[in-house]
Every structure is written in structure tokens, then in C-alpha cells.
């Protein structure tokens, strides 16, 4: 998986390539960090990422968490079948998401 | 019965017999009142008028004349105004006898004296008319100052002022009520020249005749009353006691809604006997009512006879609808084809049907029939048509050979000469070669994958059960998968709307073409809306019976695919590849190949985190993917610790992103896009199994 990662002061926007699974979680979780500590707005471009399992959905739900004490997140592009996924497991209630 | 008061009959005759009474009696009190007056009257005018001619025929004339012309002098005016102002008659005596006139007037007084007695005059008088005045020439009831006094002519008297004949009046005046007439007197030379006054007194005969009044009054008034009691008290005895009686006694019997409440007992019983319209009337009623009561009791059985065959037709309905296959799926455990009918009878019994069943494991026989007629009898017919197809069907004949045996056992004592028209065929599912006869039947309608559906034509055998020895034709035909079959009843396409259209084959055509890739449930029901749309509030005619058959063809798999390999985190990636290959293979969607890698990837990480641990150990994944159907069987086994993972319960997905567990919820996601997840232990092994339509 490919991670873009942009700051621009406390805005963090993260774009990810490939497929975020149990493989590539812990990669995601290790490029988030420490930079959304500091973020107020953190937005997830998805527009490249084909699949996301449960892994996935861990770290998405954790970054959530954190920005619901600090800012803002946003997911944008999203692709149909991972739409799918957010709308099995209540994703699509907690995530912001702008499509 | 309400109290009717003023409308009630009773009331109504009365009144109008006692306006009747009233009238009649004032009339005959005035007409008799009225008839005797005037003969009274014409008898007093007639006495009077001839009274007064007597007089004036011995009235001398120029006596009358001499004594009038004396008196019309200026001179006479004089001498009675001073005989008036010393109120003497001596003066005009004097006067009279010095002209030698006293004896005119002592002789004439006499006479009308004598006249007046002789007649039982009032007044007998006589007078000179001349215009508005007239003069006073002899009046024996007066003083001689009397003669030459001037009077106003009454009004009306003017034009009599010659002396002539004046018609007999009756008059009432101050000196009460009097018939007068007026005869002239004639001097010797033909001339009038006074009138001679009759009064004859009416006081008496008017006084009578008030009487009379007042009695033929009292009289009416009596007759009134009397005639009114005596027509109440008929009325009351021969109409209205037994009109009411009647009308009471009727109420009595019909104050129920209840038909079991008409009963003979209930018929009225009144005494009335007489023979007149109210007698024929009653006599009517009893026999009305009895005719009410004996037809509500018919009714009752035939009503209960009704129920009882409604009943029994209810049954047969039953019966027959379960004759034909009703559960759907009929054979759940088959893939290769999905069939599904209905059958609408127009009436509570059909004699349409269709039938369908499996020969053997390979054949599928499929019917559709239609009898001549419909009804009780039609039913009849169909299910005997059907059980001796079906029993042929299952001895292994063919479809033409099916129809030849069937169509010579039914003509054999078919006086009823029904016959039923049937398309017949028989299907091998594993090549989708097909055989069918059509006997007389609609024409069958096929679609070919991914086309539209269209009419198969060829020709038709005549029906079955129409002569005996008929021989069928056979009609092969290929299905492929993903062919549908679609056969019909005439009750389809002669389905009509108000405006007498028939639906026909076209709009049948554009219906199943609507979506022609629905299953047969869903293709029938499209049909059936159709129609019904179609249709609206016409009543149905006939049968409405479809079936369809979609076939897709015996079931297909490719060769199982295994990979055994250590639950490791490391290797997920060799194991989406190696579910990537498999899916690609038979070209599974984007969609169905993302939601299957993601629970492999759950089930896989699973067993790598939790089977083994702390050890690690192998996991075997088998691929079993379905070219017809389309799936993918996806079974992982291990033999780590005993763990079903579908007991672990499911995550809340509405909790907020605080509340929200992170365990769970990767078996949650295979749960819910996978088409079926089971676990069982096996072997001392975890088997689950995930499986996906696609």
C-alpha cells in the first residue's frame, strides 16, 4: 500500500493507494502518527484504495476518535465497495464522509 | 301501528262527510228558501197587478180627469196651503163643491174605499205621475188635504211619468213590506190619465217566510248532525274498524327482519266477513301472506341446499387446486431450472391446468391444458386428462405417443364431448433437448439468453379428446442455459376489458419483454399485472393459467482448488492471491470479489491471531467455485483450539466511534456480505464455511 501523506500547518490530508488490510494497517497507524497529534483537520483521500478489512476499519475508527477531541475528519472518494463496508458495519454514522 | 291522529283514515272520512252533509243541507235550505220565495212573490205581484187593473178599469176617467185638472190649478195650490196652515179639510170642500167637484171626489173615495176593503189592500190610492213629481189626486186612508199634495216620483219611476202600466214591485219601506202595482185609468177618449196605486201588505208573508228560514236552518243542522253520527257509525262499522283492524293485524306479521319470523301461525286471522272490497282484501292478504310464508320456507331449504353445494364446490376447488404443484420451489435441491404457474379459475372450478414433473433425474415433463367448457364439468374432465397424462408421462411413453393413448381413452365414452387442447413436453436437462406435441394448445413462447421472449409457431394437432386415433406430432426443440420457456392458457390472451378488447398475444409478448430476465415468479406476476391492468373492472371469463421454466443448464463447477498453509499474518497476501486466481476464473464481479477477499482475509487473519496461539500451526483453504450456478465455496480448516466464531455476538454498528468495540467486527462484515457462513467441528478440526452467489 501507498501512503501520500501532505501537511500544511495543522490540515493533514492522507491519500492511500492499494489495499488497507491486516497486512498494511499497522503501516497506516505508524504514518498517521505523530502528525495527526497535532492536526485539526485530517482528511483521508480514498479515491485509490480498492479494499479495506477489519484492520482497516480499527485504524480509521481510532484516528476518529482522536480527532473527535481535537478537529475535524474527513474521507472522501470513496469507491463503491468499500461504501459497502462503512454501510455494513455503521461506518457511514461515525466517519464524515464526503463523496 | 303508531297513533296516526290527524292523518289517519277515520279522521280523513268523517271530516269530509261532514263538510259533504253541512254543504248539501245549506243548499237545500237555500234552494227551498229561495224557490218559495219567488212563487210567493209571483203570486203577490200577479194578485196585486190584477187588483190594481180591477180598480182601474171601474175608475171613471174623466172624473179623475176633471177632479186632476182642478186640483193642478194654481188656484186649488192656494186654497191648500191655507187649508194646510189652518189644518181643516172644510176649505178645499168648499172649493171642490163650488166647481161641483166634491162629488168626483167623495164618489171616487168611496170607490177605492170599497175596493181597498174588498181586495184586503193596504193602500189603494190614486196618483198622477209628471216627471219627478207626482200628484195625489184620492187616497181613502187620508184626509181631503191629502189631494193635490206633491210627492217626490220615486227613483226609478221617472219614465213612467205617462200614466201607463207599471209592473207589480215588492218593496220594504217605512211602511213595511208591500207588493205594489200601478194600472192606468182611462179617460172616454182613449186616454191615461191617472194610475190607480194597489199596496197589498207582504209584512205577514215575510214574517212567514223568516220563519220558514230559521226552520229549514235548524232543520239542516238536525239533518247534519244526524246524517254525520249515522255515516261515522257506518263508516266506523263497515271500512275503517277493519281497515285498521287489517292494517294492525299486517304490521303484526312483517314488523321483522328476521325471514324466520314469517310463520303460518303469524298469518292474520280477523273476524271480518263481509264480501265487499275490504272483505276481498283481507281474504287477499291471508293469501299473500300464506304464499310469503311458503316461499320463505322454500327459500330457507334452497338457501341451505345453496351453502351445501357452495360447500362441496369449495371442496372440489380445493382438491382440485391441490392437484396441481403449488409449493415453489418445487425442487429447491435442483440449479438447473427454476420453474413456476398459476392458475386463476374463472369460476369456483377451473378447466384449465398445468402440471410438471421429474420423470426420472434427468427429464422434466411439463403439461398445459385447457378444456372445452367451464365448471363442474370442465374440472372433471381436466382432472381425469391429467391423471391419465401424468400416469402415461410416467411410464416412459412420449410426448406424441403420451397424447395418442390419452386422446383415445378419453374419446372412449366422451358423450359429454368435451375435449382439452394440451401442449405436452418433455425436457432432458442435462442436454436441454426437448420434445414436444401441441394438441390444439396456444403457442409456446421462448426466449433465448438475453434476447426478447417470442411466439414458437408450427402447426397444431387437433385437440385431445375431439376423434379417436388422431396421431400427434413431435416437435423437438433445444434449451440452452439461460433459455426461458413460457406456455399459456386462451383465458391469457382472451382476457378482455370492458371495451370487448381481447389482451392478445402482443401485449402478452410486451409484458414478459417488460423484464426479460426476471425469474418465472416474478415474469407471471408481470403477465398477471398486465392483465389486470388491462382488464380493470370487466368480469374474468376464463381461466388465467401460466407456466414458465427458465433453464440454466446442468451444474457446472471448475476443478477445487486447495492451499495449505502456516496461519501466519505474513502470508495473507499469498492467500488473497490465491483467492484472486480462483475468483478471476470464472470471471466473479468487482463487488462479490472485494466482499470475498475481505472475509477471507477476516476468517484467514483469525486463525493466524487466535487458533494456534501462542503456537502457530496450518490452515487449509479449499476453493470451490460453481461456473452454473455462479458461486464460490470457501472452506478453511484448522486444528488449533475448538472456537466457533459465529457464537461471539454481534458488535453494535450504531454505537458512536467512542462507545465502539473494536473486536467482532471483522466476523460481523463476513456475516453479513457473505450469502451463508457455518462452522462445525470436525476431525478435531474447525471447519467453516463461507459461500457467495454471484
Known amino acids: ?99 | 301501528m303508531k297513533k296516526k291522529g290527524w292523518t289517519s283514515l277515520t279522521v280523513k272520512l268523517n271530516g269530509l262527510i261532514l263538510i259533504i252533509v253541512l254543504v248539501l243541507s245549506l243548499g237545500l235550505a237555500v234552494f227551498a228558501y229561495r224557490v218559495n220565495s219567488e212563487r210567493v212573490d209571483k203570486y203577490y205581484k200577479q194578485t196585486t197587478s190584477q187588483a190594481a187593473a180591477t180598480v182601474a178599469a171601474f175608475v171613471d176617467g174623466d172624473m179623475t180627469e176633471d177632479l186632476l185638472n182642478a186640483i193642478k190649478t194654481e188656484e186649488f195650490a192656494a186654497v191648500r196651503d191655507a187649508a194646510e196652515d189652518a189644518d181643516g179639510d172644510q176649505m178645499i170642500i168648499d172649493w171642490l163643491s163650488e166647481r161641483g167637484l166634491y162629488d168626483n171626489y167623495t164618489d171616487l173615495r168611496a170607490m177605492l174605499a170599497k175596493y181597498k176593503k174588498n181586495l184586503k189592500a193596504e193602500y189603494v190610492y190614486l196618483q198622477s205621475l209628471e216627471g219627478n213629481k207626482s200628484i195625489n189626486i184620492v187616497d181613502p186612508d187620508e184626509a181631503v188635504l191629502y189631494t193635490g199634495s206633491l210627492e217626490e216620483t220615486p227613483e226609478g219611476y221617472e219614465e213612467f211619468q205617462t200614466n201607463m202600466h207599471i209592473d207589480s214591485v215588492v218593496s220594504h219601506s217605512e211602511y213595511g213590506w208591500l207588493c205594489s202595482a200601478y194600472e192606468p185609468v182611462v179617460n172616454s177618449k182613449g186616454e191615461n190619465v191617472a194610475i190607480v196605486g194597489v199596496d197589498i201588505n207582504m209584512n205577514d208573508v215575510m214574517e212567514e217566510r223568516q220563519r220558514f228560514l230559521t226552520t229549514m236552518m235548524i232543520f239542516a243542522a238536525a239533518l247534519m248532525i244526524v246524517s254525520s253520527v249515522i255515516t261515522v257509525m257506518m263508516m266506523r262499522r263497515i271500512a275503517t274498524k277493519p281497515l285498521s283492524m287489517l292494517a294492525k293485524a299486517t304490521t303484526g306479521f312483517a314488523n321483522s327482519d328476521d325471514a324466520t319470523d314469517y310463520l303460518k301461525e303469524k298469518i292474520i286471522n280477523l273476524p271480518i266477513n263481509s264480501k265487499d272490497e275490504i272483505g276481498d282484501l283481507y281474504q287477499e292478504i291471508r293469501v299473500m301472506q300464506g304464499r310469503i310464508v311458503e316461499y320463505l320456507n322454500n327459500l330457507t331449504k334452497v338457501t341451505a341446499e345453496k351453502e351445501r353445494i357452495g360447500a362441496e364446490l369449495n371442496i372440489a376447488a380445493q382438491i382440485q387446486a391441490d392437484m396441481l404443484p403449488r409449493i415453489f420451489p418445487p425442487f429447491p435441491e435442483r440449479n438447473d431450472f427454476d420453474i413456476y404457474a398459476i392458475m386463476d379459475p374463472a369460476k369456483e372450478v377451473g378447466g384449465d391446468f398445468y402440471d410438471f414433473y421429474m420423470l426420472d433425474d434427468d427429464h422434466l415433463c411439463m403439461a398445459m391444458a385447457d378444456v372445452s367448457g367451464k365448471g363442474v364439468p370442465a374440472s372433471l374432465f381436466m382432472t381425469i386428462a391429467k391423471t391419465l397424462i401424468k400416469n402415461r408421462a410416467q411410464l416412459g411413453e412420449k410426448p406424441a405417443e403420451i397424447l395418442y393413448n390419452v386422446n383415445n381413452q378419453l374419446c372412449d365414452g366422451n358423450d359429454a364431448e368435451l375435449f382439452v387442447t394440451v401442449w405436452l413436453a418433455i425436457i432432458e436437462l442435462s442436454t436441454g433437448k426437448g420434445v414436444a406435441a401441441n394438441a390444439g394448445h396456444e403457442h409456446p413462447v421462448i426466449r433465448r439468453k438475453d434476447g426478447n421472449y417470442e411466439m414458437v409457431l408450427y402447426r397444431h394437432a387437433p385437440a385431445v379428446a375431439t376423434m379417436e386415433g388422431i396421431r400427434f406430432k413431435e416437435h423437438d426443440f433445444q434449451l440452452n442455459p439461460g433459455d426461458s420457456l413460457f406456455v399459456y392458457t386462451d383465458g391469457v390472451t382472451e382476457a378482455t376489458n370492458i371495451n370487448d378488447e381481447l389482451f392478445g398475444t402482443q401485449r402478452m409478448l410486451d409484458a414478459l419483454n417488460k423484464n426479460p430476465n426476471a425469474n418465472p415468479k416474478e415474469l407471471l406476476q408481470n403477465v398477471r399485472d398486465d392483465i389486470d391492468e388491462f382488464v380493470g373492472n370487466a368480469p374474468q371469463f376464463d381461466d388465467i393459467t401460466m407456466m414458465g421454466l427458465k433453464y440454466d443448464g446442468p451444474e457446472q463447477r471448475y476443478e477445487t482448488a486447495n492451499l495449505t498453509i502456516d496461519a501466519k499474518t505474513e502470508n495473507l497476501d499469498q492467500v488473497l492471491a490465491f483467492a484472486e486466481e480462483q475468483l478471476a476464473k470464472a470471471e466473479c464481479p468487482i463487488k462479490a470479489q472485494t466482499q470475498i477477499g475481505v472475509a477471507v482475509e477476516e476468517i484467514f487473519v483469525n486463525i493466524a491471531l487466535y487458533a494456534y496461539a501462542p503456537e502457530t500451526g496450518k490452515a487449509a483453504i479449499t476453493i470451490d467455485i460453481g461456473k452454473n450456478p455462479k458461486e464460490a465455496v470457501i472452506t478453511f480448516r484448522d486444528k488449533g483450539v475448538a472456537f466457533n466464531p459465529l457464537e461471539k455476538e454481534d458488535p453494535d454498528v450504531t454505537q458512536s466511534a467512542e462507545d465502539r468495540q473494536i473486536g467482532g467486527l471483522g466476523i460481523y462484515i463476513v456475516k453479513k456480505t457473505m450469502d451463508s457462513v457455518e462452522y462445525r467441528r470436525e476431525n478435531d478440526e474447525n471447519v467453516l464455511v463461507i459461500h457467495k452467489s454471484f
Open chain 1, 1 to 99: 500500500m501507498t501512503i501520500t501523506k501532505t501537511l500544511d500547518g495543522t490540515n493533514l490530508t492522507i491519500a492511500l493507494e492499494g489495499r488497507l488490510d491486516t497486512t498494511t494497517s499497522p503501516q497506516l497507524e505508524g504514518e498517521m502518527h505523530p502528525d495527526i497529534d497535532s492536526a485539526t483537520e485530517v482528511t483521508f483521500d480514498l479515491e485509490n484504495l480498492a479494499y479495506i478489512s477489519s484492520a482497516g476499519l480499527r485504524v480509521l475508527l481510532s484516528a476518529q476518535k482522536i480527532m473527535n477531541k481535537q478537529g475535524k475528519m474527513t474521507i472522501k472518494n470513496v469507491c463503491p465497495e468499500i461504501m459497502d463496508i462503512f454501510d455494513v458495519t455503521g461506518f457511514v454514522d461515525i466517519l464524515n464522509i464526503e463523496n
